[in-house]
């Protein structure tokens, strides 16, 4: 079955038949990357995330990969992954049809994190520039809020990346930046009210 798309063509092509077979499987898949931000063209990929179900006690117990390699899936080399800290344990690309489907660890935390992603014109900002280093940023930040200690001094180098990120495509200066990350966005994404409202050039966080 599919989260957050709702797939109602037929099958006639490789493409259709392999998106056919998800939404009828008795797996999960959850929209994500291009199509599901709204930021695709007609030759994107369609990118999907299952829950994985393999590791349980060092042990193989999960289907989900059985049932992708019986399909067609291959599974691709670690290096081409965007971000491990997105908890993706491999990523398998179709033979056939331009389908990869990411097998992570917590499917229900990065469907809250992407939707919170795609609601805020801000964060959807840094998706729009298509820098996957600074995307990657992103990622691993938010991936990161709710164990981030406020009392904290020191600041993770994954929350550097998400400062850089709002540096760059804000016109913004390095200390505005940091105090947009550490005392809005933060707060925002582990449910606290932000502690101030920040306006930097071309920059404006609503909530």
């Given at each position: 079955?599919?989260?957050?798309?709702?797939?109602?063509?037929?099958?006639?092509?490789?493409?259709?038949?392999?998106?056919?077979?998800?939404?009828e499987?008795?797996?999960?898949f959850?929209?994500?990357?291009?199509?599901f931000?709204?930021?695709?063209?007609?030759?994107?990929?369609?990118?999907?995330?299952?829950?994985?179900?393999?590791?349980?006690?060092?042990?193989?117990?999960?289907?989900?990969?059985?049932?992708?390699?019986?399909?067609?899936?291959?599974?691709?080399?670690?290096?081409?992954?965007?971000?491990?800290?997105?908890?993706?344990?491999?990523?398998?690309?179709?033979?056939?049809?331009?389908?990869?489907?990411?097998?992570?660890?917590?499917?229900?935390?990065?469907?809250?994190?992407?939707a919170?992603?795609?609601?805020?014109?801000?964060?959807?900002?840094?998706?729009?520039?298509?820098?996957?280093?600074?995307?990657?940023?992103?990622?691993?930040?938010?991936?990161?809020?709710?164990?981030?200690?406020?009392?904290?001094?020191?600041?993770?180098?994954?929350?550097?990346?998400?400062?850089?990120?709002?540096?760059?495509?804000?016109?913004?200066g390095?200390?505005?930046?940091?105090?947009?990350?550490?005392?809005?966005?933060?707060?925002?994404?582990?449910?606290?009210e932000?502690?101030?409202?920040?306006?930097?050039?071309?920059?404006?966080?609503?909530?």
């Open positions: 079955m599919f989260k957050n798309y709702t797939h109602t063509v037929s099958p006639k092509t490789d493409q259709e038949r392999i998106l056919d077979l998800l939404a499987s008795e797996y999960v959850h929209l994500t990357g291009s199509r931000f709204k930021t695709h063209t007609s030759l994107s990929d369609w990118d999907f995330f299952v829950q994985d179900d393999f590791r349980k006690g060092g042990l193989i117990v999960g289907t989900i990969r059985q049932f992708l390699y019986k399909n067609q899936f291959a599974l691709m080399p670690k290096s081409d992954y965007l971000s491990t800290a997105q908890g993706i344990n491999d990523v398998y690309q179709h033979l056939a049809a331009n389908v990869q489907i990411q097998v992570i660890v917590d499917a229900g935390k990065k469907e809250k994190i992407q919170s992603i795609l609601k805020n014109d801000n964060l959807m900002q840094i998706i729009k520039m298509r820098n996957k280093d600074r995307i990657k940023g992103m990622w691993e930040t938010l991936y990161s809020l709710p164990s981030i200690d406020e009392n904290s001094r020191e600041v993770p180098v994954n929350k550097i990346s998400m400062i850089e990120a709002v540096k760059d495509f804000s016109g913004a390095l200390k505005e930046s940091k105090d947009f990350v550490e005392q809005v966005l933060v707060p925002h994404f582990i449910g606290e932000p502690t101030m409202k920040v306006k930097i050039p071309r920059f404006c966080w609503t909530i």
